[in-house]
């Protein structure tokens, strides 16, 4: 019984001094922090004073260089589309990099939020394939100008043509003869080719009629030559002459070839072709057409 009591009574004293020793314990390390505590709110506060500082100046640099980049790319007569995405571009680069910088004269290591950032991107980059595809392509019409607004394009894959109403970073906007809309992705367009029907000033005109074999072909070849002449929309220093094209089974094809401007080419077309029928008529030169000739025997 005695020697029960004597080991509860060492238990409890060293229970005593183990309590004694954890509150010394603590007991240092709170007069620890509290004597650096003055030293650490300093620190925390040069460091927000520093972080504050740089992002004002860092601001005015990005806008000021944002401001830089614009009138560059104003001056080089590069399209509404692209100044605004490259304004976009530079102003969120400066920020996210301002951003790493404060960080890191905060004393936060921005390894974390580059990891982050790099799954987000892989990640939004499987999800987005196509329309990344279609971005790139964008930022190649763009920079490469295959095409302009108001330019008048075929797109030779899937033959879609029209006038080019807007060139987005994604589709471009065509509209068509009869006032239609047509989206095409820019993927497409970057990958494929297309014919550009209006990019140069002047387009050739080249028109194809028959003739019979009995009229007059000296004659026909002089009215051709007489109507390209007459005719104002053609530009007459250009070369410009009439030929034959082919003999073939039912008429002699003559050609007649000129230059006009490309806004007045559909224009130049229809009055010529108009024009040759109605000459040729006058003139008694026979535009020929099938015909069937039906023979009925009789029977006796």
């Known amino acids: 019984m005695i020697q029960l009591l004597q080991a509860e009574e060492t238990m409890a004293a060293d229970v005593a001094e183990a309590v004694e020793q954890i509150g010394n314990t603590y007991s240092r390390q709170l007069e620890s922090f509290l004597d650096g505590l003055p030293v650490q709110a300093a620190v925390f506060g040069i460091k927000t004073v520093a972080a504050i500082v740089l992002f004002l100046i860092g601001r005015k640099l990005i806008r000021m260089l944002v401001r830089i980049t614009v009138r560059s790319m104003e001056r080089a007569g590069a ?3 692209v100044r605004k995405f490259i304004k976009y571009l530079v102003n969120a680069v400066g920020y996210i990099l301002l951003l790493l910088l404060i960080l890191s004269v905060a004393g936060v ?3 974390s939020f580059a990891t982050i950032a790099s799954s987000v991107t892989v990640a939004l980059g499987l999800a987005l394939q196509g329309s990344l595809t279609n971005f790139a ?3 190649l019409i763009l920079v490469l100008k295959p095409f302009k607004v108001g330019d008048y394009i075929i797109e030779d894959t899937n033959k879609n043509e029209g006038t080019v109403r807007s060139i987005g970073l994604v589709y471009t906007e065509l509209v068509t003869m009869d006032n239609r809309v047509i989206v095409v992705p820019n993927g497409t367009l970057s990958n494929s080719s297309l014919t550009n029907v209006t990019s140069q000033e002047k387009r050739q005109l080249d028109l194809k009629v028959g003739i019979s074999y009995e009229s007059d072909l000296k004659k026909a070849k002089e009215l051709l030559v007489r109507l390209i002449e007459e005719n104002p929309m053609v530009l007459k220093e250009e070369e410009h002459f009439a030929y034959v094209s082919s003999l073939d ?13 490309t806004g007045d080419y559909w224009r130049c077309k229809w009055d010529m072709t108009e024009a040759i029928k109605m000459v040729f008529d006058e003139e008694g030169i026979e535009i020929p057409y099938g015909q069937l000739d039906v023979h009925i025997k009789s029977q006796p």
């Open 249 to 261: 089974d039912s008429a002699v094809t003559l050609g007649c070839r000129c230059w006009t401007r």
């Open 79 to 81: 399209e509404i589309t």
């Open 109 to 111: 290591q921005p390894t």
């Open 137 to 139: 392509g964008g930022l």
